[in-house]
């Protein structure tokens, strides 16, 4: 049950002591009372957890300071968007603004390898005007023979470079915990000249371990990605954990699930749950169309099969595109095939955006 309260009410009002001792009048019922930031405004939520199947809405509906009491049978209870939430959940991290209104391009390498084609890869970026990029350090590889990324290696020079060419948030992915401490000091030891979202890879999307610690940190959001072969609920669920271990800062990345159904894909595109993920949760909506498709294919209209698929993202209104580029994809140590050209970025973004001016037309035009 969540107790939705009244804009002016804060943490600090009397009501909420009030409602409090109402809530504590429940057996087996306790309490936890958070701030949720909206784009204009923000709303204080007490959320009862336990035995809360035996409490009467109608025991919090007169009290002062109550908007209105939720009864969520929904598991995923902090991220999901319940009867009555209408604000989105959104944060600002170094700078920008991410929630379910905003929209940036992760473009970049899916594994750092050398330090020139991270400078080249930036450099790209910078021209573009872009200020978010993807670099691969610890790579989840189906072969332990495969390139398993430099890991800590390369945080130095990602880092420096970021800051040289005005890179504001790194999407990242981490496996293990003892990795987050590496990308703390690395990014202390430059300066902080970057930000870091921690990204948590399909094969982790029920690791509740380390679900719970990237959620027990709040330095850095996460970008999860949905499991490849859960159901989309089993990941809301899974991705909760972030959220109920405290930290509220996350995107959900949809990049496709595993079934031969998807062939010639790398995986069978689900760009259709961009608007089921913005309905059914508050979070902002990644989309990843390199590791959905898995190739770089030319349609016979002239546009990659990951063009397609980013622009069918962008005009369900996604808010984020996580997408694999590399100055030299036939050097790449990793998914080396699925990379767009650094060169093909400024066409890339061009297009892209065609379509986000055409999903902001089509969003006006609805209301
Ligand atoms: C990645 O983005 O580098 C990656 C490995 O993606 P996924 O976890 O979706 O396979
Ligand atoms: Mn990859």
New binding site residues.
């Given amino acids: 049950m969540i107790i939705i309260c009244k804009p002016e009410v804060t943490e600090q009002s009397p009501e909420v002591t009030q409602i409090l001792r109402a809530v504590s009048a429940f057996d087996g019922v306790s309490a936890r009372v958070h701030t949720e930031r909206g784009q204009t405004r923000s709303v204080l939520e007490i959320h009862l957890i336990g035995n809360t199947a035996a409490v009467p809405t109608d025991a919090f509906d007169d009290l002062p300071g109550v908007q209105n009491v939720v009864r969520v049978s929904d598991r995923y209870r902090l991220i999901g968007r319940h009867r009555g939430q209408i604000q989105s959940t959104g944060f600002e991290y170094n700078g920008l603004t991410f929630d379910q209104a905003s929209f940036h391009v992760f473009a970049g390498l899916?594994a750092v390898d050398t330090r020139e084609h991270t400078e080249l890869m930036m450099r790209a970026l910078a021209e573009c005007g872009v200020t978010t990029t993807?670099m691969?350090a610890y790579?989840?590889r189906t072969s332990p023979y495969d390139f398993q990324g430099h890991g800590r290696e390369c945080l130095p020079y990602v880092f420096e470079l970021a800051g040289r060419y005005g890179i504001r948030v790194i999407a990242m992915?981490v496996t293990h915990e003892q990795q987050i401490h590496e990308v703390r000091r690395a990014l202390e030891q430059s300066g902080n000249a970057t930000g870091v979202m921690l990204?948590i890879?399909?094969?982790n999307a029920q690791n509740f371990e380390l679900l719970k610690v990237v959620g027990q940190q709040t330095e850095f959001p996460v970008l999860y990605?949905r499991g490849?072969g859960i159901t989309l609920e089993e990941s809301f669920n899974a991705c909760e954990y972030i959220a109920s271990e405290g930290n509220r800062r996350i995107v959900f990345c949809l990049?496709g699930v595993k079934t031969n159904l998807g062939d010639p894909h790398r995986n069978f595109v689900d760009v259709a749950h961009v608007p089921v993920v913005k309905r059914l949760t508050r979070l902002p909506v990644c989309f990843?169309p390199s590791?959905s498709i898995g190739r770089k294919e030319l349609a016979p209209d002239g546009l990659t099969d990951i063009a397609h698929v980013s622009a069918m993202a962008v005009i369900a209104g996604a808010n984020v595109l996580?997408v694999d580029f590399h100055p030299a994809p036939e050097k790449a140590l990793c998914?080396g095939p699925q990379a767009l050209l650094a060169a093909e970025l400024e066409r890339y973004l061009d297009d892209v955006m065609t379509v986000r001016e055409a999903y902001e037309k089509r969003r006006k035009a609805a209301v």
Avoid: V
């Fill in positions: 899916c993807r691969g790579k989840p992915e990204q890879g399909t094969r990605k490849m990049r990843d590791h996580l998914d």
